[in-house]
């Protein structure tokens, strides 16, 4: 049986949970959050925790145990303490700023880039070089963050790009100029 499927997600106080059939609604001090999962799975409240359970073994069911568990357990974590992805900018001339609620982005092309985020997500820019995406949900934070850093990926010569805080850029040898004979 699946251990991460298995554990029960504990509710803590100030979360009100609503299952109905299989849609799960997490109301929260940082927001609310719905979702529907697969009809397999079963899911219960007992008390403060929120029990999924799988009606047999069949490879759908095991693979979607583990995930449906996680996917609520997010969702949980995301309206108590939401989520938060920090991006770094590096380049000379490269800089970010808010105007408004728009991520306004110069990254040595001959225009601007421009990117407004979605309904839920806070976008940040504590400084010139840095860009702080949060939210209630894990899964629009990540898909934000990939987006703004799909604008300039990270180079492997000079490490110029936007980058994950905590992501590490392989570094690569330029050309060393000798020529062979």
């Known amino acids: 049986m699946s251990r991460i499927g298995r554990k029960p997600i504990s509710i803590p106080a100030g979360v009100d949970v609503k299952i109905e059939g299989n849609t799960v609604t997490v109301k929260g001090p940082k927001g609310t959050l719905s979702r529907s999962f697969h009809p397999n799975m079963h ?5 403060s925790e929120i029990l999924v359970t799988r009606p047999n073994d ?3 069911n095991r693979s979607l145990h ?3 568990r996680t996917l609520i357990d997010n969702m949980v974590v995301g309206v108590t303490d939401g989520f938060k992805k920090e991006l770094d900018v590096n380049g000379v001339g490269y800089r970010v700023a808010m105007e408004g609620k728009k991520l306004v982005m110069n990254l040595g092309f001959s225009h601007q880039v421009v990117m407004e985020g979605p309904e839920g997500i806070t976008i940040e820019t504590p400084s010139a070089n840095k860009i702080v995406i949060s939210g209630s949900s894990k899964e ?3 898909q934000f963050a990939a987006e703004v850093r799909e604008k300039r990926p990270p180079e492997p010569y000079k490490g110029k790009g936007i980058k994950y805080a ?3 850029i392989r570094r690569k040898e330029g050309k060393t100029g000798v020529k062979k004979k």
């Open 140 to 142: 629009q934070v990540g």
């Open 43 to 47: 899911i219960a409240q007992e008390g």
């Open 58 to 60: 069949a490879k759908e």
């Open 66 to 68: 583990g995930l449906t």
């Open 166 to 168: 905590d992501e590490v």
